[in-house]
């Protein structure tokens, strides 16, 4: 497994295989079994898989844990060779964002709302290290996880508005056995948080579980999962959301698909997760 912070090495790297199909995994390290699934796909599906571990500060506002975010590169680097990553771009700060950088992508109406509406240059900062890692490694096929429901539409939305052609895979969201959804940030968690933050999945489930009994109302789904979320006193609610997953505008009425999303507070660490109606 070749590991590096430069541009050239992987252009270099990427030039050599000219007519194999390369699938790519980025993402911020300290990696977890939702990151390795998206590497194992890429490798059952791809001549070549490459990563990237980089720490993106454009999708940090300054009040975010950027600082602490939690960093294990040389496990990072076995796991990923364990699961058969051909290469790991690493890149530094001063490589993606040199004094005088002033170019930014922004996919305009996705970015808004739900996760853009408490983190409001989150997905500028997404879609413009996107953008430049796609350019950069040139893969045929990229992996992202449906973890991060908007990031896939944002991603979807600018791999077809700049004409990227690459081929965009989401993959299931890898949960503990608890129906917690892994995450890096998990590991914040106090024992009492961890305990209470399955909340968000038993809230989800329970309005997919309304939505298999008949019911219809959005309105009444989000009431119903706000008020199991707020029964438990270590989380503090964000928003509950029953939205059309293509545009992500909030649903009246569910009459096909919705995506059912929460953001919840556990002292300072904002988890996230969602579902998908109908059940596949
Ligand atoms: P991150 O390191 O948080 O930027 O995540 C990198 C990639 O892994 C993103 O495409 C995430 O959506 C995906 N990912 C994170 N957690 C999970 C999970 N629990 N299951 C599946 N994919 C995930």
Redesign the pocket.
Known sequence: MIVTDSIAVVRQWRRERPLMTCGF???????????L??VRRARAENETVAAS?YI?PTQFAPAEDLSRYPRSLERDLELLAAAGTDLVFTPSDVLMYPSGFQTYVTVEHLSQGLEGAARPLHFRGVATIVTKLFHIVQPTQA??????FQ??AVVRQLIQDLHLDIAFI??????EADGL?????NSYLKPWQRTAATVLYRALSYGMALLLAGERDANRLRLAMRDLIEAEPAGRLDYVSVADPVTLQELAQVDEQAVLSTAVYFGRTRLIDNLLWPLL
């Open positions: 995994v980025p993402t911020m390290g300290y990696l977890h079994d939702g990151h699934a998206l571990i993106n992996y992202f996880g449906q973890k991060d990031q896939t989401v993959c299931p969201t890898v949960r959804a892994m995450s890096s940030r």
